[in-house]
């Protein structure tokens, strides 16, 4: 009975902690977007009101609500982060293929190859990159930011895609050919599905990579092209009510992303990524 | 259904000669098994077979068609995994119906044709179970029957059956070999169990550093073997090395360094030749008072031995030599106790190595 109680009392508390770490600051950030006016020293807001998220969502224009409409940067958010995903997975699946079942003389330089812009600091990277998307007609343009992006997504893209095909024995894939399936039938038929929990994974990471891209955007996109995490910066710090919508904001394509590729695969598919 | 045709197959990775020179004829119907240690190039000439691995030199034939390079989906093998190798994500009946659906074989023929041969492996009623919904002896079953129902050409199996318990393994040698007697397929078989490779072949190869040491049935592997690797690889066996000291009409007298005389029915032997005895542990009679006989008796000391139920596996010191041999049961021994040991002429094996 004792030792029960024990478990059951740190069961509450570790909950409890994790609970308050994932919900305290989003809770916060709720209130914030909701706060017409709070000021120090007050525990909950003097005023509550949707101001801040009818003027975010262009319902409503008032000089005195310091918000713009997120409509344009929302919509460039999608498109850049849509695109982005699709030419990252379309490239690294093959790549990771590759990597995952042959032994590439090159495979070390390769990695490296990638994972440099990941070891330097990517503004110089990015300050560099300026001038020459300058020349190329690129810099402050979508495909220029959505390039930006891909360079940004392709690592994880790769990596995560790889172990994907390393967990699946060559066996099945051997078993497939014997049964007379060609390589390509054999990557449809049998890699594809099987492969699937770790391609959604890295799909999801690059969706949300790109969704929060700040740095590459900054440097290649401003002032042209405005994304979410741009508007997020220069509404933070002196705007929190603002900051919280879009932060919010923010949230729903990745839960959305999230809630529709659990509809779509099955369960046993989502099951196997921990494997 | 035609023979599979192997000629000086060579496969190297780095500077590892997996196999080497490998020349191999299976014949028509015939199971053949391939039978060394790990590392022996046994896998990996099974693997050549299947077109997984492309052999650096020689050729390869499946009936009258070279199939050295052609890719292994286009020449019509049956593989089965050491790993059973099922696919997760696929139920039985779409496992064995892959293969069919890419044939084109019509809906209703495919029905037929997976429950055909989900029955040769008494597997009837699985269809819609998910692999890992059965247990490792039904999975290489099912894994068994995917390979069959393609009616292929040659059934390739790889270590079928060393990832399933002693029991199921002793079942299931038999099984095979019946379902590969029955359809009258040609057969490879890898594995590194020698009483599997006795029970299920018709033909063993003896496989040691990629090249075959001995091929020939079962009975000539464990009654002739030609040297001390095979002797000793398939079977029990203790050797003792000896000097030809005389000949005769009626067989060589031998001579050991510590003076152990042992008649043999061997005539082809010369005079002064160095050869190897190799003693299967039925080849020995121990006797527990010195008998009348006295050719080819010794005394002999039990160094250990282990009681195994039916009988008792017992070493036994002769002069400077260990001799494994068998003991019924019921009799009582201990350690440091001395027997007589009598060499039967007429089975003891001469191996003259040029080593």
């Known amino acids: 009975m004792g030792i029960k109680w024990h478990k059951f009392a740190l069961k509450t508390v570790v909950l409890g902690l994790i609970a308050f770490l994932v919900f305290g600051p989003l809770s916060s950030v709720i209130l914030w977007s909701i706060a017409i006016k709070w000021y120090w020293p007050h525990v909950w807001p003097q005023e509550i009101g949707l101001a801040y998220w009818k003027q975010a969502l262009g319902l409503q224009r008032d000089w005195a609500i310091a918000a713009v409409s997120i409509w344009e940067a929302f919509r460039n958010s999608m498109i850049i982060a849509f695109i982005a995903t699709c030419t990252t997975m379309g490239l690294a699946i093959p790549a990771a293929y ?3 079942r042959f032994k590439l003389p090159i495979k070390p330089l390769f990695l490296l190859l990638f994972l440099m812009p990941k070891v330097f600091p990517q503004q110089p990277i990015f300050v560099n990159l300026l001038p020459s ?9 979508l495909p220029g930011v959505i390039i930006i992006h891909i360079l940004v997504c392709l690592l994880f893209g790769i990596w995560i895609t790889t172990s994907a095909f390393k967990a699946i024995p060559e066996s099945l894939e051997e078993a497939a050919w014997s049964v007379g399936a060609t390589k390509w039938q054999t990557f449809w038929h049998i890699l594809m599905p099987l492969a699937a929990p770790g391609l959604l994974v890295s799909t999801i990471f690059v969706f949300v990579t790109s969704l929060t891209e700040f740095t590459g955007t900054f440097f290649i996109g401003l002032p042209f092209i405005t994304t979410l995490p741009m508007l997020l910066y220069s509404a933070s710090g002196y705007n929190m009510q603002f900051a919280s919508v879009l932060a919010l904001v923010l949230l729903v394509p990745s839960l959305l992303f999230m809630v529709l590729t659990e509809r779509i695969f099955r369960p046993e598919y989502l099951g196997a990524v921990g494997r | 259904m035609p023979g599979v045709k192997l000629s000086e197959v060579t496969k190297r990775y780095g500077k590892i000669t997996a196999v080497d020179h490998l020349s191999l004829t299976v014949h028509d119907q015939e199971m053949v098994s391939l039978l060394g240690p790990s590392g022996c190039g046994k896998t990996t000439t099974l693997r050549c077979v299947a077109g997984f691995v492309i052999p650096d030199e020689g050729k390869i034939f499946i009936g009258d068609q070279e199939v050295t390079r052609v890719p292994p989906e286009k020449r019509d093998i049956g593989f089965v995994f050491q790993n059973f190798a099922l696919w997760p994500h696929m139920t039985v009946h779409q496992n064995l119906a892959f293969g069919l659906r890419l044939r084109k074989v019509p809906k209703s023929q495919i029905k037929r044709r997976v429950q055909e041969a989900l029955a040769l492996v008494r597997m009837e009623g699985m269809e819609d179970r998910y692999p890992r919904q059965l247990s ?13 129902v393609l009616q292929p050409r040659v059934l390739l199996l790889d270590e079928p059956l060393s990832n399933l318990d002693a029991k199921l393994r002793e079942e299931m040698r038999f099984e095979i070999r019946e379902l590969q007697r029955k359809l009258k397929i040609t057969a490879i078989y890898v594995t590194h169990d020698q009483a599997e490779a006795l029970v299920l072949s018709d033909r063993i190869a003896i496989l040691n550093h990629g090249k075959i040491e001995q091929i020939g049935t079962p009975e000539e592997i464990y009654q002739r073997p030609v040297s001390k690797f095979v002797a000793s690889f398939v079977g029990i066996c203790s050797f003792i090395q000896a000097q030809v000291i005389k000949l005769s009409s009626d067989g060589a007298v031998l001579s050991t360094e510590d003076g152990l005389v042992i ?9 002064g030749q160095s050869v190897t005895l190799a003693i299967r542990p039925e080849f020995a009679e121990v006797f527990f008072s010195r008998p009348a006989n006295d050719v080819n008796v010794f005394p002999a000391q039990v160094a250990r031995f282990a009681y195994l139920g039916d009988n008792v596996d017992c070493w036994l010191k002769v002069g400077q030599w260990d001799l494994r041999i068998r003991l019924p049961a019921f009799r009582a021994i201990s350690a440091g106790q001395q027997v007589w040991v009598h060499l039967i002429p007429e089975k003891i094996i001469i191996i003259s190595e040029e080593k």
Do not use: E, I, N
Request: net charge positive.
């Open chain 1, 133 to 141: 998307f300058t020349r190329w007609g690129l810099a402050g343009t």
């Open chain 2, 263 to 271: 008649s043999t029915k061997r005539t082809d032997l010369t005079l």
């Open chain 2, 136 to 148: 490792g002896g039904q999975q290489q079953r099912v894994a068994l029957a995917r390979a069959l």
């Open chain 1, 98 to 100: 590759a990597l995952a």
